[in-house]
């Protein structure tokens, strides 16, 4: 595969809104020890980026400002010590920058087949928020077959993924969504409910849902007056784990429900955790949920793609919340 020195890709000129991104071209990066390079086939947009563009998510020293956290594309070049892949192979990956480029490098460790059945569209989609929802659903929150779980933007890619990933192994699932369509989305694809919280309050659904009960386990993305209203929608032994705090992440809280009915609250940012660490969850995520995956039972949801070029656009559909689903940059045919 012949690599050439120059490549477009997408950059931040400086924080501020989507007019900031601007299409650019720099050199083609270069696989370390350890690392493949990827002739990028597709790219997923995240709300992280958004994040990134305002300028309060800087990527992890020693990584590009090129924002991006997931690829799908073919392996073009191998670092040293790289075995089980080779030149041409087709694979999706996590990075922690650069995916909105025609290449991008990614530790091996965090890349994974192409399931079969998937366009390189639909694999670019996969890695950020399947690894996300994996670790925290099921390593930090301990989901478990049978319990309660409350999706929070259960529609968003995020929110499509649980949804999808929870229902297929066992869990009952409700939903909160700010439209009639998009709770009809969540229950098509596999939730029991779905809460319009524009209109009804999701603390009295839940003990609806359960009998009075509360749910066992929460995946929050909102933060806010959520914390609170959370903490009130748990079970005993119930787990919130939030993943971002887009109504802010300082509130008021009463604490004595974490004591009376014995809750846990945790959380986690993927970005900054070790190779290592990605590596066990990529190896986590290959053996539970790719063959969900290949098996039909599970798919993302793609709501559009763009290209490059149209990184502006992409941001401000992300930014307006009307998408259901993932945004993705499809970079080359």
């Not at 400086?14 to 007019?19: A, H, K, V, Y």
């Not at 909105?100 to 192409?114: G, R």
Request: aromatic share 6%; hydrophobic share 40%.
């Amino acid at each position: 595969m012949t690599i050439p020195q120059t490549m477009t890709c997408v950059e931040i000129a400086e924080p501020g809104g989507p007019e900031q991104l601007r299409a650019t071209i720099r050199p083609v990066p270069s696989p370390a020890e350890g690392e493949v390079l990827i002739k990028v086939a597709a790219a997923g947009v995240n709300r992280p980026d958004v994040v990134q563009r305002l300028g309060h998510y800087a990527p992890p020293e020693g990584v590009t400002d090129i924002p991006g956290l997931e690829v799908s594309g073919t392996v073009a070049a191998l670092g040293d010590g790289v075995d089980g892949w080779s030149v041409g192979d087709a694979l999706c990956a996590l990075v922690a920058g650069g995916g909105y480029a025609e290449y991008v490098t990614a530790p091996v460790e965090q890349c994974l087949p192409v399931p079969k059945g998937l366009s390189m569209v639909e694999a670019a989609a996969l890695p950020e928020t399947f690894f996300t929802v994996w670790t925290n659903l099921y390593e930090r929150g301990g989901l478990k077959p049978g319990e309660a779980l409350m999706v929070h933007g259960g529609t968003s890619g995020i929110g499509t993924t649980a949804i999808q990933v929870a229902s297929r192994l066992g869990a009952r699932v409700i939903a909160t969504a700010g439209s009639a369509e998009k709770c009809r989305a969540c229950l098509d694809l596999g939730a029991e409910r779905a809460v319009n919280y524009r209109e009804e309050d999701f603390v009295e659904a839940a003990k609806d849902f359960t009998g009075g009960k509360g749910v066992d386990v929460i995946l929050d993305m909102v933060g806010g007056d959520y914390i609170e209203k959370n903490l009130k929608s748990l079970n005993r032994d119930g787990r919130l784990v939030n993943i971002a705090f887009m109504k802010g992440a300082k509130a008021e809280i009463n604490f004595m429900p974490l004591m009376l009915k014995r809750l846990t609250i945790t959380g986690s940012t993927l970005r900054a955790q070790s190779v290592a660490r990605k590596g066990v969850i990529a190896r986590a995520v290959r053996e539970h949920v790719w063959p969900l995956i290949e098996a039909g039972k599970v798919k993302p949801v793609i709501f559009k793609t763009f290209s490059l070029d149209q990184a502006k656009d992409a941001h401000e559909l992300m930014e307006s919340n009307r998408h259901i689903g993932k945004i993705v940059f499809q970079v080359a045919e």
